[in-house]
């Protein structure tokens, strides 16, 4: 065995290298970070060929002295830091003091830099680590520092490059990511002759992201604001209607650093439970900011991930801003979107928010709605049973007698319902087209509802309060039915028991692979006991390894589409009146339980406007 002994100093900063400097878009971070902490108010990248050919990037920050240059690219040399008690609260976005070196090990390096009131500048080249003499020269105030030929002696590390595009594709978000949070900050990407963003500085930060991402996008975004203590959270999310098919558009920055946390990720999806489909993912741009000595930013070399001192409290205080911004917000679906986001339920009035953050950006309080979850959930079945009629939608539809020929196939009709309810409430009117839609004219302009959506909707909400009040309706079998089911299914069934009864749908084994349904909701007269089973069971597969709160609001949406009536249902006038009243009484009526929008408005000026009247 070889015997153990010093590397060299070249091949430690080589290694470090391969621990910060992944490709290209690693320098452009780094370098811009530096920019950042040197107090610049104009950044400008330049790069050629993806960044493996030349990384230039020049700021108008402090500077650095002559004798500055040389310990600017040695190992764990830095101004960000003096004693190990600074890395409790770093206050800057580098103190590594690994980066410049890291980089000079692996590429031909040069740093030309002037202070404000020196009179003249200096240069400093690097080749491949090898450090030359400090020269003087011309310099504007500030430091720029070029990157050529990255890699070029670590052919290993260059040949897993990928293509210029590519790497362009990394630098272009690694420049987003870090250029985002300063809004007062000029920042330029160039690719050879190309623009590729020019963000000019700007005092609110709405207009920084539109500058990013354009008008479009930040039409679609609503404010959001929390603060507790020293740790405040504010920014934008977008409605639940803008969304894509993957989590690369959440931009989150703590204390100026871009950051991802699956926590923090995981409470953002969180709280969009039920308002996007499966496999979309929410738009969002937050800012959180705390105390330095509450979170460790010294976890990883890259410094993407941190760690919380208390991550569970920062996961229920991202989710609660969020959700409770939903709750008081109108994100019915509009065509052609003409009204502005963010128009706020208050006691059935849409009043709509303007400007939307700090410095003339927040609307009037913090755009929070008035109530948290808990109490919109306190004293629920209220809200359904009223006028002393006790109208119950699970369980008027429900009833535990099969449905008669000239009633609504599921159970006791809706028109029967909606009988009890005219006239003792005024209902808005509305028609049926197509045996699955229906129209009705509000005051806005025009409202096309989908038929199955807005009632399981309904019915999931009723179900969800029934369950959490203990008061679900089921029924007992007169004869339990047995449900013949595969091993698996058998195994899943079982072990998911107590879930299930909590839902309403009690089973006992049975031997082999059968299972016995003794009772079930009364809401499920659509079904057999075994089809209800098996689709739940369906969903449980398909839950993986979450909490037993998600998967109970799964099984519950399950039950929800199946009681639901269907696309293809004629109804009644009595029964749309019936779903149009109840509509109001939902939480989310804006969306099913699944995501889909239950609704599309059809503004008065947009109507006019297609029809060539503006």
């Given at each position: 065995?070889?015997?153990?002994?010093?590397?060299?100093p070249?091949?430690?900063?080589?290694?470090?290298a391969?621990?910060?400097?992944?490709?290209?878009?690693?320098?452009v971070?780094?370098l811009?970070?530096?920019?950042?902490?040197?107090?610049?108010?104009?950044?400008?990248?330049?790069?050629?060929?993806?960044g493996?050919?030349?990384?230039?990037?020049?700021d108008?920050?402090?500077?650095?002295?002559?004798?500055?240059?040389p310990?600017?690219?040695?190992?764990?040399?830095?101004?960000?830091?003096?004693?190990a008690?600074?890395?409790?609260?770093i206050g800057?976005?580098?103190?590594r003091?690994?980066?410049?070196?890291?980089?000079?090990?692996?590429?031909?390096?040069?740093?030309?830099?002037r202070?404000?009131?020196?009179d003249?500048?200096?240069?400093?080249?690097?080749?491949?680590?090898q450090?030359?003499?400090?020269?003087p020269?011309?310099?504007?105030?500030?430091?720029?520092?070029e990157?050529?030929?990255?890699?070029?002696?670590?052919?290993?590390r260059?040949?897993?490059?990928?293509?210029?595009?590519?790497?362009?594709?990394?630098?272009?978000?690694?420049?987003?990511?870090?250029?985002?949070?300063?809004?007062q900050?000029?920042?330029?990407?160039?690719?050879?002759?190309?623009?590729?963003h020019?963000?000019?500085?700007?005092?609110?930060?709405?207009?920084?992201?539109?500058a990013a991402?354009?008008?479009?996008?930040?039409?679609?975004l609503?404010?959001?604001?929390?603060?507790?203590?020293?740790?405040?959270?504010?920014?934008?999310?977008?409605?639940?209607?803008?969304?894509?098919?993957?989590?690369?558009?959440?931009?989150?920055f703590?204390?100026?650093?871009?950051?991802r946390?699956?926590?923090l990720?995981?409470?953002?999806?969180e709280?969009?439970?039920?308002?996007?489909?499966?496999?979309r993912?929410?738009?969002?741009?937050?800012?959180?900011?705390?105390?330095?000595?509450?979170?460790?930013?010294?976890?990883?070399?890259?410094?993407l991930?941190v760690?919380?001192?208390?991550?569970?409290?920062?996961?229920?205080?991202?989710?609660?801003?969020?959700?409770?911004?939903?709750?008081?917000?109108?994100?019915?679906?509009?065509?052609?979107?003409d009204?502005?986001?963010?128009?706020?339920?208050?006691?059935?009035?849409?009043?709509?928010?303007?400007?939307?953050?700090?410095?003339?950006?927040?609307?009037?309080g913090?755009?929070?709605?008035?109530?948290?979850?808990?109490?919109l959930?306190?004293?629920?079945t209220?809200?359904?049973?009223?006028?002393?009629e006790?109208?119950?939608?699970?369980?008027?539809?429900?009833?535990?007698?099969?449905?008669?020929p000239?009633?609504?196939?599921?159970?006791?009709?809706?028109?029967a319902?909606?009988?009890?309810?005219?006239g003792?409430?005024?209902?808005?009117?509305?028609?049926?087209i197509?045996?699955?839609?229906l129209?009705?004219?509000?005051?806005?302009?025009?409202?096309?509802?989908d038929q199955h959506?807005?009632?399981?909707?309904?019915?999931?909400?009723?179900?969800?309060?029934?369950?959490?009040?203990g008061?679900?309706?089921?029924?007992?079998?007169?004869?339990?039915?047995?449900?013949?089911?595969?091993?698996?299914?058998?195994?899943?069934?079982?072990?998911?028991?107590s879930?299930?009864?909590?839902?309403?749908?009690?089973?006992?084994p049975?031997g082999?692979?059968?299972v016995?349904v003794?009772?079930y909701?009364?809401?499920?007269?659509?079904?057999?006991?075994?089809?209800?089973l098996?689709q739940?069971l369906?969903?449980?597969?398909?839950?993986?390894?979450?909490q037993?709160?998600?998967?109970?609001?799964?099984?519950?949406?399950?039950?929800?589409?199946?009681?639901?009536?269907?696309?293809?249902?004629?109804?009644?006038?009595?029964?749309?009146?019936?779903?149009?009243?109840?509509?109001?009484?939902?939480q989310?009526a804006?969306?099913?339980?699944?995501?889909?929008?239950?609704?599309?408005?059809?503004?008065?000026?947009?109507?006019?406007?297609?029809?060539?009247?503006?």
């Open positions: 065995m070889a015997r153990i002994r010093r590397l060299p070249s091949v430690v900063n080589q290694i470090a391969g621990e910060v400097i992944e490709r290209p878009a690693s320098v971070k780094e811009m970070e530096n920019a950042i902490d040197a107090g610049a108010r104009r950044i400008d990248v330049w790069v050629e060929q993806g493996q050919e030349l990384i230039r990037v020049s108008d920050g402090c500077g650095m002295t002559p004798d500055e240059l310990l600017a690219v040695a190992s764990h040399a830095t101004s960000k830091i003096e004693r008690e600074d890395l409790f609260r800057t976005l580098g103190f003091g690994e980066a410049l070196a890291s980089i000079a090990a692996v590429s031909r390096l040069k740093i030309t830099s202070t404000a009131d020196a003249a500048g200096a240069m400093l080249q690097v080749d491949g680590g450090v030359q003499p400090v020269v020269c011309g310099a504007p105030a500030g430091t720029t520092v990157v050529r030929h990255l890699f070029f002696n670590t052919p290993a260059r040949k897993f490059l990928r293509s210029t595009q590519t790497e362009l594709g990394h630098i272009a978000e690694v420049f987003l990511r870090t250029a985002l949070p300063f809004p900050i000029h920042c330029t990407l160039r690719h050879g002759e190309r623009c590729l020019d963000l000019p500085p700007v005092e609110r930060w709405r207009d920084r992201i539109v991402f354009g008008e479009e996008l930040a039409e679609n609503l404010w959001v604001e929390f603060a507790e203590d020293q740790t405040r959270i504010s920014g934008y999310v977008g409605d639940p209607n803008c969304n894509r098919p993957n989590n690369r558009w959440q931009y989150l703590l204390n100026g650093r871009y950051i946390d699956r926590s990720q995981h409470a953002l999806q709280a969009y439970r039920g308002l996007l489909m499966q496999g993912y929410p738009v969002a741009f937050l800012k959180l900011v705390m105390p330095p000595d509450v979170v460790d930013v010294n976890v990883h070399p890259t410094k991930e760690r919380f001192q208390d991550g569970g409290r920062l996961y229920s205080q991202l989710l609660a801003t969020v959700r409770n911004r939903f709750l008081a917000t109108d994100l019915t679906a509009r065509v052609g979107r009204a502005e986001p963010g128009q706020c339920r208050r006691d059935g009035a849409a009043d709509t928010f303007v400007g939307d953050g700090p410095q003339g950006e927040s609307p009037s913090s755009g929070i709605g008035p109530q948290p979850p808990e109490s959930r306190k004293d629920a209220n809200r359904w049973d009223r006028d002393g006790g109208v119950n939608l699970a369980a008027r539809l429900a009833g535990s007698s099969p449905p008669d000239g009633t609504h196939s599921g159970g006791a009709s809706l028109q319902v909606a009988e009890g309810l005219h003792k409430a005024q209902v808005p009117s509305g028609i049926q197509l045996n699955r839609y129209v009705a004219e509000t005051d806005e302009g025009m409202l096309v509802i959506a807005l009632h399981e909707r309904i019915l999931f909400e009723q179900l969800r309060e029934r369950v959490l009040q008061t679900l309706e089921v029924q007992a079998l007169l004869v339990p039915e047995p449900v013949t089911l595969g091993p698996a299914d058998a195994a899943l069934a079982l072990e998911h028991a879930l299930l009864e909590q839902a309403g749908l009690f089973i006992e049975f082999g692979d059968a016995l003794t009772r909701p009364a809401l499920l007269v659509r079904c057999t006991p075994g089809e209800a098996r739940v369906d969903t449980l597969r398909a839950g993986g390894a979450v037993r709160d998600v998967l109970l609001e799964r099984v519950l949406q399950t039950m929800a589409c199946r009681a639901a009536i269907k696309a293809g249902d004629p109804l009644s006038p009595q029964e749309i009146a019936f779903l149009l009243e109840h509509r109001r009484l939902c989310d804006h969306h099913c339980p699944h995501g889909r929008p239950t609704a599309l408005v059809f503004s008065r000026s947009e109507l006019d406007r297609r029809f060539k009247r503006i």
